[in-house]
């Protein structure tokens, strides 16, 4: 068995073709071929339990624990339509996941995820048997019960199944295994040993049936992620799938080189196997074409060119397909020599003295999490935002303050309180929280970028830090988009005065090429979590220790000093400012710009009866008017919670010019009166419907 291509031939080949990477809006040949990939190895390994005609749709993720999370959702919002039981069983004999779903301290347990109960240990069916009077509505199968020849797994038939493969175990079965004829799987987690553990990746594919409740419309978003969908681990798993099983890949290579040739069929495909909702944007704003190719600040879409304002949502440090990325791995810091590179600044940038990786802003939001509860056991109270966003992920759910992205999901973390931060009595609610609960940590994004690129009062920030001593808390700042350089400084905390115990940070540790992220922490939390649970910190270390993702951290250090980011960044933060203001405050559609740095809002004027009718689609018709800007095309994001507010995360190296000529346009576009903006746009939509036709 050959050893599959290293992960930087897969970049390489990425910025040779100037393949978008994080680059939603892309109809992905990979996507498509990864998900037609996942969907054969599940009819090839169970044949008796799918149809050949059968779709088996799948969602893309950065790594294992991350996706089954998403799987359990998926099985609790089944469980809850089918009206049974959502409470979940694991059976996990190798004690992969012993800080999935709770924390032991001592002889107490910290329940992160309730209502999932997990079983380890050489004695699971007897755990089982033990087990049989309680009522569980999914079954989680690692890889290690399959090996087992155990007919009491037939047993657990009745219920949702979710099982989870890695290669060896899909490589190595016989076809009359047990397991491969007794299980009629409902869902399936794939982990990254189908990419040789190389990039970040993980995926789950799913009956048809249970996936598209999740596909519709309000949901499509149920659990997504900044990193996916993307090219590097998408591509990366088919070139691995290809050096370990060749005779896998040739039987269904006239269908990949379909995907890749026929546009009309990836789309079909990426609709059927993906998602329909993004592949119906992708089509609407004839963004389907066979020749798209990113590079720097653009993206060139068949003959127009396309100012990215997007850039992965504060992804970006210099564009798309960065051309040195490659070589400044190669001819740079080793993986060992990054390591300690990455580890002194963040702690000189961060002045926190520790840190863990992650592969995730929201994974990186959960480790907080952890590290957090853990260190502060007994106390199990969090105190967060309303307006806040931590993640989708089953215990990231408990930073974001929106109830919609909870809907049928059972019990989550219970011991969550929010509080409206603009309240004109924020402080004196805060300090009755305090006083009448056990809060262990308070969790805030200093500028809320999901919920409004909204500030948080210097008020209350102060406060919190006046009253950590007197209560014992820690304070936990989620920096995945403020962090990074995005405002000025690495972390926005600097800017704010606040010296937190704990820092997420995501986004732009990418590059825009492999996905990363970091979870900060200082003495404090170090010293108390060794007393509490000592293995917590190693046990997620060694999940995430990307020799590459750390070096593409160490080469972002490395330019931010040579090309001095803060600096930088300032000074493109100010002159935004100055040119936004001077294009948009007599703008009657503008209500108001917001800059910190380069995460920047302008939030659209919802008065008078038309504005006042549209709210939410209002972002629609002005994101359509930047697209067909003659001059300067530009795509434009929004914030999920606040729609009516366009959001604006340039790469980094963005140059004054550029500001000037964005600032111009906007100024055309957003003077445009609303009416011929929604002509302009129901005439986009109608001649995508001719063109499907």
């Not at 089918?82 to 032991?104: C, M, N, T």
């Not at 997620?540 to 070096?551: A, F």
């Amino acid at each position: 068995m050959s050893k599959p291509p290293p992960i930087l031939e897969t970049c390489r080949e990425l910025i040779a073709k100037q393949i978008p990477n994080l680059f939603r809006l892309y109809l992905n040949p990979f996507v498509a071929q990864a998900c037609v990939c996942l969907e054969k190895i599940l009819k090839q390994t169970w044949s008796n339990a799918f149809s050949e005609d059968e779709r088996l749709p799948t969602y893309l993720g950065n790594a294992f624990e991350e996706v089954l999370s998403g799987a359990c959702k998926l099985a609790r919002y089944e469980t809850e339509c089918r009206g049974i039981s959502q409470r979940g069983l694991i059976l996990d004999p190798a004690g992969r996941l012993k800080f999935f779903e709770s924390i032991s301290i001592g002889d107490e347990t910290i329940t992160l995820i309730p209502e999932v109960v997990v079983l380890s240990g050489t004695d699971i069916a007897e755990q089982v048997k033990n087990l049989q009077d309680e009522e569980f509505g999914f079954v989680v199968l690692m890889p290690e019960v399959l090996t087992e020849k155990s007919s009491w797994v037939a047993s657990l038939d009745h219920r949702l199944q979710i099982v989870c493969l890695d290669r060896d175990l899909w490589l190595n079965s016989e076809s009359d295994a047990d397991w491969r004829t007794v299980l009629r799987p409902d869902v399936v987690v794939f982990d990254e040993s189908f990419v040789h553990h190389d990039v970040p990746f993980s995926a789950m594919t799913a009956r048809g049936d249970i996936y598209g409740r999740w596909m519709q419309p309000g949901t499509s978003t149920f659990h997504s992620t900044t990193y996916q969908p993307n090219s590097i681990s998408t591509l990366h798993l088919t070139k691995s799938l290809t050096a370990a099983y060749p005779e896998f890949i040739a039987r269904i290579q006239p269908t990949l080189d379909r995907v890749r040739r026929d546009l009309s069929f990836r789309g079909e495909t990426f609709a059927a196997l993906f998602s329909p909702s993004l592949r119906k944007a992708i089509r609407t704003l004839n963004f389907n074409q066979g020749n798209v190719i990113a590079q720097g600040h653009h993206v060139m879409i068949g003959q127009r060119c396309y100012f990215d304002g997007v850039a992965g949502v504060a992804c970006s440090i210099r564009g798309h397909n960065p051309p040195t990325y490659v070589t400044d791995l190669e001819s740079g810091d080793s993986p060992a020599e990054a390591r300690n590179y990455v580890a002194e600044q963040l702690k000189h940038l961060s002045g926190l003295e520790h840190h863990v990786p992650g592969v995730s802003g929201g994974g990186a939001v959960e480790t907080a999490l952890k590290l957090g509860l853990a260190a502060q056991f007994p106390k199990k109270y969090v105190l967060a935002f309303q307006g806040g966003f931590g993640g989708k992920t089953l215990l990231a759910l408990t930073g974001t303050a929106n109830p919609k992205y909870k809907t049928h999901l059972g019990t989550l973390y219970e011991h969550v309180i929010y509080v409206d931060p603009f309240a004109d009595d924020v402080c004196e609610v805060v300090d009755q929280v305090l006083a009448e609960y056990p809060v262990a940590l308070v969790q805030f994004e200093l500028v809320q970028g999901v919920g409004g690129v909204i500030s948080l009062p210097d008020e209350l920030i102060a406060h919190l830090q006046r009253k950590r001593e007197e209560h014992d808390f820690l304070i936990f700042v989620d920096e995945v988009q403020t962090g990074m350089f995005r405002t000025g400084p690495f972390l926005h905390s600097a800017d704010r005065g606040v010296n937190p115990d704990l820092v997420s940070t995501g986004k732009a540790t990418s590059d825009m090429m492999f996905p990363f992220a970091f979870t900060l922490f200082n003495e404090r939390v170090r010293e108390k979590l060794d007393q509490q649970q000592p293995d917590l910190v190693p046990m997620i270390r060694s999940l995430y220790e990307y020799d590459v993702g750390y070096q593409t951290v160490a080469n972002i250090f490395h330019l931010a000093e040579q090309q001095q980011f803060t600096d930088r960044v300032r000074h493109a933060g100010e002159h935004f400012s100055q040119q936004l203001h001077a294009a948009l405050d007599d703008c009657p559609a503008v209500k108001e710009v917001r800059v910190f740095g380069l995460l920047i809002a302008i939030e659209l004027n919802r008065e008078g009866w038309l504005r006042s009718r549209l709210q939410k689609m209002l972002f629609r018709f002005y994101f359509v008017g930047l697209l067909q800007d003659r001059q300067l095309p530009m795509i434009m994001g929004f914030c999920q919670y606040k729609p009516y507010i366009m959001k604006f995360t340039p790469p980094l190296s963005v140059t004054d010019e550029e500001i000037d000529h964005i600032a111009a346009m906007l100024k055309r576009v957003l003077n445009r009166p609303l009416p011929i903006l929604i002509a302009n746009a129901v005439k986009l939509i109608v001649s995508a419907k001719l063109r499907r036709k």
